[in-house]
C-alpha cells in the first residue's frame, strides 16, 4: 500500500505524522509583494512605535499565527518545541489528557475522550464546549495554543471548563495528566460465531493487531464481524487504509485525496495479502467517530460491505500536511480533502448510518461508570451493539432461506437430467 506522510486528525494528546516537501504551481505574485509592502509597513512602524518593545521573531510569529487562523480550524502554526513535542506522537504512549479537539464554529469543542484516559474517567463527553484552561478563556485560541496548554507533566493537574447541551452555566473539570498509553484493539467473542474489534484510535500499529484478531477469530470460525469504531477520533490515514483493505476485493479503491497542489491528489487502493471480502460486518459510529474512522465506515458503505448503525458521524474530511520550516518550527497546513471512493466529501457532513440507533444519554452531570469486572456485562447493556446483533442474525436469516431457494431451484433440474 502507498505511504504518504499525511494527518488525519489532531488529538490534545496529538497524535499527528510528519510531511515532507512542499511544491508549488509558478503564478504571478505581484499582488502578493504589493501587499507584503504594507505589511512590512506595519511591523516597522509596531518595532518603533509600540508602547513596549517586542523581539521580532514575536511579531513575525503572531503574524503567520494570524494568517493561518485565517483559513480554517486546523491550519496552524508549531513553534519550535510543539514541533518537537509533536513527532514523537503515533506510536500510541504520550503525554496528555486523552481527548481530540477541534475547532467548531469558533468554539473549541471535544471530539471524543479516549476511553480509559484522564478526560474519560474525569466525564468529557463528544460534543462538549471547552471555554477556559486554566481559567484562561479559550475565544480566538488555536488549537496548537489549547493543546499546548493541556499538556505537561504527568501528575500534574489542568482545570477545564466545559458547557454541555443542557447546562445554563459552565462547569469544571479538575483532571491530572498522564503518560497515556492507548491499546488502539480491543477483541471480544460474543458466541454463535460472532466476533467483535473495538478500534479507540488509528496508530502504526493498529493493522497489525487487527490482523492478529482476525487470524485467530478466523481458526475459531468467525461467521460475523461488529467493528466499533465509536468515539474513535481517528489517527493516521495510512492505518484507515490498511484496516479497511482487509474488508474489500483487491484493487479496490478506498479513498482519495483532492488538493490545489498534485502531490496532494492521492489514490489509495486495497493491497492487502488476506482480505476477508465475503465477511458479514456491521460498523458502529457516533458522534465521536471522526476522520480516519469515517473513512473506514465510508468506504465499507460505500462498497455495501457492511451496515454502518449507531448515530451521525462527526465530519472531519480535511487532510492536513506537516511542513518543517528553516528555523525548526513547522506548518500544520490542510492541503485536501478526502473523498470515499464513491466521491462522497464527508468533511462538515459526516457518516450518515445505514440503521440509526441513538444511545440512551446519561444526565448530564453523571461520568463514565466503571467498567464491570466481566466485560460481557458491559456489551448485554449497549443497545446500540444489541441493534448490531440482530441485524446480523437477521442477514444470516435472509442468506439461509436465499441458498435453501437457490437448492430448491437446481434440485428439479437435476432430476429431470437423470
Given at each position: 500500500m502507498?505511504?504518504?506522510?499525511?494527518?488525519?486528525?489532531?488529538?490534545?494528546?496529538?497524535?499527528?505524522?510528519?510531511?515532507?516537501?512542499?511544491?508549488s504551481k509558478?503564478t504571478?505574485?505581484?499582488?502578493?509583494?504589493?501587499?507584503?509592502?504594507?505589511?512590512?509597513?506595519?511591523?516597522?512602524?509596531v518595532?518603533?512605535?509600540?508602547?513596549?518593545?517586542?523581539?521580532?521573531k514575536?511579531?513575525?510569529?503572531?503574524?503567520?499565527?494570524?494568517?493561518?487562523?485565517?483559513?480554517?480550524p486546523?491550519?496552524?502554526f508549531?513553534?519550535?518545541?510543539?514541533?518537537?513535542?509533536?513527532?514523537?506522537?503515533?506510536?500510541?504512549?504520550?503525554?496528555?489528557?486523552?481527548?481530540?479537539i477541534t475547532?467548531?464554529?469558533?468554539?473549541?469543542?471535544?471530539?471524543?475522550?479516549?476511553?480509559?484516559?484522564p478526560a474519560?474517567?474525569?466525564?468529557?463527553?463528544?460534543?462538549?464546549?471547552?471555554?477556559?484552561?486554566d481559567?484562561?478563556?479559550?475565544?480566538?485560541?488555536?488549537?496548537?495554543?489549547?493543546?499546548?496548554?493541556?499538556?505537561?507533566?504527568?501528575?500534574?493537574?489542568?482545570?477545564?471548563?466545559v458547557?454541555?447541551?443542557?447546562?445554563?452555566?459552565?462547569?469544571?473539570?479538575?483532571?491530572?495528566?498522564?503518560?497515556?498509553?492507548?491499546?488502539?484493539?480491543?477483541?471480544?467473542?460474543?458466541?454463535?460465531?460472532?466476533?467483535?474489534?473495538?478500534?479507540?484510535?488509528?496508530?502504526?500499529?493498529t493493522?497489525h493487531?487487527?490482523?492478529?484478531?482476525?487470524?485467530?477469530?478466523?481458526?475459531?470460525?468467525?461467521?460475523?464481524?461488529?467493528?466499533?469504531?465509536?468515539n474513535?477520533?481517528?489517527?493516521?490515514?495510512?492505518?484507515?487504509?490498511e484496516?479497511?483493505?482487509?474488508?474489500?476485493?483487491?484493487?479496490?479503491?478506498?479513498v482519495?485525496?483532492?488538493?490545489?497542489?498534485?502531490?496532494q491528489?492521492?489514490?489509495?487502493?486495497?493491497?492487502?495479502?488476506?482480505?476477508?471480502?465475503?465477511?458479514?460486518?456491521?460498523?458502529?459510529?457516533?458522534?465521536?467517530?471522526?476522520?480516519a474512522?469515517?473513512i473506514?465506515?465510508?468506504?465499507l458503505?460505500?462498497?455495501?460491505?457492511?451496515?454502518?448503525?449507531?448515530?451521525?458521524?462527526?465530519?472531519?474530511?480535511?487532510?492536513?500536511?506537516?511542513?518543517?520550516?528553516?528555523?525548526?518550527?513547522?506548518?500544520?497546513?490542510?492541503?485536501a480533502?478526502?473523498?470515499?471512493?464513491?466521491?462522497?466529501?464527508?468533511?462538515?457532513?459526516?457518516?450518515?448510518?445505514?440503521?440509526?440507533?441513538?444511545?440512551?444519554?446519561p444526565?448530564?452531570?453523571?461520568?463514565?461508570?466503571?467498567?464491570?469486572?466481566?466485560?460481557?456485562?458491559?456489551?448485554?447493556?449497549?443497545?446500540?451493539?444489541?441493534?448490531?446483533?440482530?441485524?446480523?442474525?437477521?442477514?444470516?436469516?435472509?442468506?439461509?432461506?436465499?441458498?435453501?431457494?437457490?437448492?430448491?431451484q437446481?434440485?428439479?433440474?437435476?432430476?429431470?437430467?437423470?
Amino acid at each position: 500500500m502507498k505511504k504518504a506522510f499525511v494527518i488525519s486528525s489532531l488529538l490534545v494528546v496529538l497524535t499527528l505524522s510528519l510531511g515532507g516537501t512542499v511544491a508549488s504551481k509558478s503564478t504571478d505574485g505581484s499582488p502578493t509583494y504589493e501587499q507584503l509592502r504594507l505589511f512590512t509597513e506595519v511591523l516597522s512602524i509596531v518595532q518603533n512605535q509600540y508602547v513596549d518593545e517586542i523581539p521580532p521573531k514575536d511579531l513575525i510569529y503572531n503574524a503567520i499565527k494570524g494568517t493561518l487562523r485565517g483559513l480554517d480550524p486546523h491550519s496552524s502554526f508549531l513553534d519550535p518545541e510543539s514541533y518537537r513535542e509533536m513527532q514523537v506522537e503515533t506510536s500510541g504512549s504520550f503525554g496528555g489528557l486523552g481527548i481530540e479537539i477541534t475547532l467548531r464554529d469558533d468554539v473549541l469543542t471535544v471530539v471524543a475522550p479516549i476511553e480509559g484516559t484522564p478526560a474519560h474517567r474525569a466525564g468529557l463527553h463528544p460534543a462538549d464546549r471547552i471555554v477556559k484552561i486554566d481559567g484562561l478563556v479559550t475565544k480566538d485560541m488555536q488549537l496548537s495554543d489549547a493543546v499546548k496548554r493541556m499538556r505537561g507533566r504527568p501528575g500534574s493537574k489542568v482545570i477545564i471548563s466545559v458547557i454541555r447541551e443542557g447546562w445554563t452555566e459552565p462547569k469544571d473539570f479538575e483532571i491530572t495528566r498522564e503518560q497515556i498509553r492507548v491499546q488502539s484493539v480491543r477483541t471480544h467473542d460474543l458466541g454463535n460465531g460472532i466476533e467483535y474489534i473495538r478500534l479507540r484510535q488509528f496508530q502504526e500499529q493498529t493493522s497489525h493487531d487487527v490482523d492478529a484478531a482476525l487470524e485467530k477469530f478466523a481458526k475459531n470460525g468467525m461467521k460475523a464481524l461488529v467493528l466499533d469504531l465509536r468515539n474513535n477520533p481517528g489517527g493516521l490515514l495510512t492505518s484507515a487504509v490498511e484496516v479497511t483493505e482487509k474488508f474489500v476485493e483487491d484493487g479496490k479503491l478506498v479513498v482519495y485525496t483532492e488538493g490545489r497542489v498534485r502531490n496532494q491528489n492521492m489514490r489509495f487502493s486495497a493491497h492487502a495479502k488476506k482480505a476477508y471480502a465475503n465477511l458479514p460486518i456491521v460498523v458502529l459510529v457516533n458522534q465521536g467517530s471522526a476522520s480516519a474512522s469515517e473513512i473506514v465506515a465510508g468506504a465499507l458503505q460505500d462498497y455495501g460491505r457492511a451496515v454502518v448503525v449507531g448515530t451521525q458521524s462527526f465530519g472531519k474530511g480535511s487532510v492536513q500536511t506537516i511542513i518543517p520550516l528553516s528555523d525548526g518550527s513547522g506548518l500544520r497546513l490542510t492541503t485536501a480533502k478526502y473523498f470515499t471512493p464513491k466521491g462522497r466529501s464527508i468533511h462538515g457532513k459526516g457518516i450518515t448510518p445505514d440503521i440509526v440507533v441513538e444511545a440512551p444519554k446519561p444526565p448530564a452531570d453523571q461520568k463514565p461508570q466503571p467498567p464491570s469486572l466481566d466485560p460481557m456485562e458491559d456489551l448485554k447493556k449497549d443497545v446500540q451493539l444489541q441493534r448490531a446483533l440482530e441485524i446480523i442474525k437477521a442477514m444470516r436469516v435472509l442468506e439461509h432461506r436465499f441458498n435453501g431457494s437457490a437448492q430448491a431451484q437446481t434440485a428439479p433440474q437435476a432430476t429431470q437430467v437423470r
